[in-house]
């Protein structure tokens, strides 16, 4: 997920950021990723977006906006990417990855 | 003659344009499973992904664009996602360590790494390739057997931005 560091811009919703996000799914054995914010103690923040859960095929990249209330904002730390986990036997796998970037960070 | 002559030099003159690739190279982090966990059953109370009791150890794989931008989380597991109904209890234990790497420095992973309940913490100051292996082995109740069937667990790999 890029980047590691996005810049928080002003949305068509008045007291509404948007922070604009990539993620490209690098798991062949993943195709479901789930959006989250979170605050340092990795409490969850409220936030919006098309899909909170994405569908990615193999090797696919999909860009996506996520909006945060302007309250929320000095709170909001984490933003993260879930991989998840299917219900089919066949194909589950081992490994759960999750990434995040920095919403309080530098600018990249 | 002269406008023919110009004419045919100009038609042998070889066509060249200039196209630019652009890219740019920014600070990610890419987490791939690299090889899948199996568990091995050696004896009737412990499943284990340890080679020597039958299992396969999980490998998973980071790969950073930019040193100094992330660090890696691994958590081994505690529970099963999915098991038969259990009705003892299940004592836990693993460790995730440096496996490989695509640069020498990237060894002093595993003398720095932080390890805190079954998470296992390294600071990704190298640009490249990193693979990590993480065991983990179940033990069920006091020398009892577990009931049969699919036995699930988890391993949890985080990239936090720092």
């Not at chain 2, 069920?140 to 931005?161: D, H, L, M, Q, S």
Request: net charge negative; glycine share 6%; hydrophobic share 35%.
């Amino acid at each position: 997920m890029t980047p590691a560091y996005p810049d928080l811009k002003p949305s068509h919703v008045d007291g509404v950021s948007k922070v604009e996000m990539s993620l490209f799914n690098s798991r062949s054995d993943v195709k479901y990723y789930q959006i989250e914010v979170f605050d340092e103690e990795w409490v969850n923040i409220p936030f919006s977006t098309t899909y909170r859960i994405m569908k990615l095929d193999h090797k696919e990249r999909k860009n996506f906006d996520v909006y945060i209330r302007n309250i929320d904002i000095d709170r909001a730390v984490y933003l993260c990417t879930t991989s998840k986990i299917s219900k089919s036997k066949s194909t589950r796998p081992f490994v759960a990855s999750k990434i995040c970037s920095r919403l309080d960070g530098p600018q990249a | 003659m002269k406008y023919s002559a110009f004419i045919l030099a100009m038609a042998a003159l070889p066509a060249a344009a200039n196209t630019e690739i652009n890219g740019m190279v920014e600070a990610k982090c890419v987490i791939q499973t690299d090889t899948s966990g199996v568990y091995g059953n050696p004896t009737a109370d412990k499943l284990s992904t340890a080679n020597t009791d039958g299992g396969v150890i999980p490998i998973v794989r980071y790969d950073v664009a930019i040193a100094d931008y992330y660090l890696a989380k691994i958590t081994h597991p505690t529970e099963f996602s999915s098991s038969p109904a259990l009705s003892d209890t299940v004592t836990w234990t693993g460790e995730t360590s440096v496996f490989q790497t695509s640069d020498a420095g990237m060894s002093a992973y595993d003398t720095n790494k932080i390890v805190y309940g079954s998470t296992s913490e390294f600071d990704l100051t190298i640009a490249g390739s990193t693979w990590f292996k993480t065991t983990s082995t179940a033990s069920y109740g006091f020398g009892k057997a577990f009931p049969g069937g699919n036995y699930t667990a988890i391993v949890v790999a985080e990239c936090i931005a720092k």
